[in-house]
């Protein structure tokens, strides 16, 4: 079974609305961390947001909030205002095990935000 | 800011060359991590080091060493480079705070093995 599912490759989103950006994860193990990470047209890596398995509460993180329903295992990702430099691929990725050496990657997302 | 460096953005190597990928931050982070990167394949986890000579293997530690002398200092080192090791390779480093993991990501170094 896949770890990481992002089910949309592509999306288009409004600049200034909100898009939210889904992801789902299978693990067994209780403690694990789940990441969102945004890599632009130039390549490099962006760390966006951080929820860990036994918060409590939704990570947010400026424009970023990951709502995080753990029994239904999705983590996505929610973007408020969209600005036209939201326009990237956008990644889910999961950490788990003994000594959090096992990562997981998603398939991504290509977010366009239209003007 | 946080800074992470990494030796080269470009990099051409012949196959059976030893390869060493330099990553340096200056923020004190414990946690260092090497990824490489594959259209298709996503990231994946090469080997990370919660600390000085602390190391762990990820996804696919195979074909390649990692070293940690120094906290800021994590090295990649691919000890006969192959075609197969063709890829962009990112480092990052870490640190736990109050709001979980913070990641931060180099440029990448995009290898090309011959």
């Known amino acids: 079974a896949q770890k990481i599912t992002q089910t949309q490759p592509g999306m288009f989103v409004q600049e200034k609305e909100a898009v939210t950006l889904d992801c789902t994860y299978d693990t067994s193990d209780p403690s694990y961390g789940l990441f969102w990470y945004k890599q632009p047209s130039s390549g490099e890596m962006i760390f966006l947001i951080y929820?860990?398995?036994?918060?409590?509460q939704n990570a947010t993180e400026g424009r970023y909030s990951l709502n995080f329903q753990k029994a239904r295992k999705s983590a996505n990702l929610v973007i408020s205002a969209s600005q036209l430099g939201d326009s990237a691929m956008y990644f889910c990725a999961m950490r788990e095990g003994r000594n959090f050496n096992k990562f997981y990657f998603g398939s991504g997302t290509k977010l366009n935000v239209k003007p | 800011d946080v800074k992470v460096t990494q030796s080269s953005r470009y990099l051409v190597k012949r196959t059976g060359e030893k390869v060493f990928l330099e990553c340096v931050q200056d923020?004190?982070?414990?946690?260092m991590f090497w990824y490489r990167q594959d259209p298709g394949l996503g990231l994946r986890l090469i080997y990370f080091?919660?600390?000085?000579?602390?190391?762990e293997k990820g996804d696919i530690p195979e074909g390649y060493s990692v070293s940690r002398e120094k906290k800021e200092r994590f090295s990649l080192i691919l000890e006969s480079a192959s075609t197969n090791q063709t890829s962009m390779y990112l480092c990052a480093s870490s640190f736990f705070g109050r709001g979980g993991e913070t990641q931060y990501f180099g440029p990448g170094t995009r290898l090309l093995v011959l």
């Open positions: 080091s919660y600390d000085v000579k602390m190391k």
């Open positions: 923020m004190d982070h414990e946690n």
């Open positions: 929820q860990g398995s036994y918060d409590q």
